[in-house]
């Protein structure tokens, strides 16, 4: 029996992020190109005798009882299983929260691909991919990960060829953006053609293995929405490009920004600046990392 489960929970950029319109039920219709970085949450977890879920994590402000979303995914599967044990999850955050880094949904990918294990469960990649999209749109792709297209409301997905590898710079400025204020603030179903991005571009692209067909293709509607109320992303997209980013992007809905960098050297150089040097200011939580490309399990936490 596994009494004991270590698992890294991935963080997600997003290199093409189009809204094509807001459905009558409220939820938008996406078309995103999804990517996973190299940066993760460590999920352990550990059975017990007596029933019920435990969440404890490092971050004071998240919540640990049902509304933290590895609550909710152990919850989904013990629930429906009537698993009679009990549960603990010891939640250790890396990723950014809030951030547009799909970091809970992550979390919850893990948390159901672990249950699934260790209660035996049997349910396939698919059955818990559908099981996914209930905690959140994002999480069906959390379990896939890697290089893919995201379509609907984020539960079609296409997988996608591995990304040519680079130095991914990623910084979050010390501002919260709600997701729900971009989304109420898109309009989407107004923008100009030439607001959306061109995500069959980016696919061509990924399908040369083409860094730079892709790098000069980045883009995210909706900036639209955050850039105009909050000139720092910006700020920060534009100073990774002086760095020498052969690109740079919002992720999600912010406020993480990434840049691609293909020189090591100066991907080193930007991280040092933007860390501990004269560009500190810009941002509050800034790592260099790579694309994540393994799929085959979440172990080795
Ligand atoms: P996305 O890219 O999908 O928009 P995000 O990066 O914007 O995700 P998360 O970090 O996943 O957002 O979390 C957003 C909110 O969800 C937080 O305000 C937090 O209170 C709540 N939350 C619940 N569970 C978690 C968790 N395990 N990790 C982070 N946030 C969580």
């Known amino acids: 029996m596994i009494k004991h489960l270590g698992l890294k929970a991935y963080g997600k950029i997003?290199?093409?992020?189009?809204?094509?319109?807001?459905?009558?039920?409220?939820?938008?219709?996406?078309?995103?190109?999804?990517?996973?970085?190299?940066?993760?949450?460590?999920?352990?977890?550990?059975?017990?005798?007596?029933?019920?879920?435990q969440v404890e994590t490092n971050l004071y402000y998240l919540p640990t009882n049902?509304?933290?979303?590895?609550?909710?995914?152990?919850?989904?599967?013990?629930?429906?299983?009537?698993?009679?044990?009990?549960?603990?999850?010891?939640?250790?955050?890396?990723?950014?929260?809030?951030?547009?880094?799909?970091?809970?949904?992550?979390?919850?990918?893990?948390?159901?691909?672990?249950?699934?294990?260790?209660f035996q469960l049997g349910l396939t990649t698919k059955q818990l991919m559908e099981r996914g999209v209930k905690i959140g749109a994002d999480v069906p792709y959390c379990i896939l990960r890697g290089t893919a297209l995201s379509e609907g409301i984020g539960e079609i997905l296409t997988p996608l060829p591995p990304m040519p590898q680079c130095q991914v710079l990623i910084a979050k400025p010390a501002i919260s953006v709600s997701t729900k204020f971009v989304y109420e603030n898109l309009h989407a179903n107004d923008l100009r053609p030439d607001e959306h991005p061109d995500i069959d571009g980016i696919i061509a692209a990924i399908h040369r293995k083409d860094i730079y067909g892709v790098s000069g293709k980045l883009g995210n509607v909706l900036e639209t929405v955050t850039v105009r109320e909050y000139p720092i992303i910006q700020e920060i997209k534009d100073k990774l490009l002086e760095h020498g980013a052969i690109g740079s992007l919002m992720s999600g809905s912010g406020p993480t920004v990434f840049g691609l960098f293909t020189n090591p050297h100066a991907a080193q150089t930007a991280y040092e600046a933007m860390r501990f040097g004269e560009d500190s200011k810009l941002a509050k939580q800034v790592y260099l990392t790579n694309f994540y490309n393994q799929k085959e399990n979440f172990h080795g936490a």
Not at 17 to 28: I, K, S
Not at 96 to 116: C, E, K, R, T, Y
Request: net charge positive; charged share 25%.
């Open 66 to 118: 049902e509304n933290n979303l590895v609550y909710k995914a152990a919850n989904l599967l013990m629930s429906e299983f009537h698993v009679k044990e009990g549960l603990t999850i010891r939640l250790k955050k890396f990723i950014p929260v809030a951030a547009g880094m799909a970091g809970g949904s992550s979390d919850a990918a893990a948390v159901l691909f672990g249950v699934n294990k260790m």
């Open 14 to 53: 997003n290199l093409g992020l189009d809204v094509l319109r807001r459905r009558e039920d409220g939820y938008h219709e996406v078309r995103m190109i999804m990517q996973t970085v190299g940066i993760f949450d460590r999920v352990d977890l550990i059975w017990k005798a007596e029933p019920g879920i």
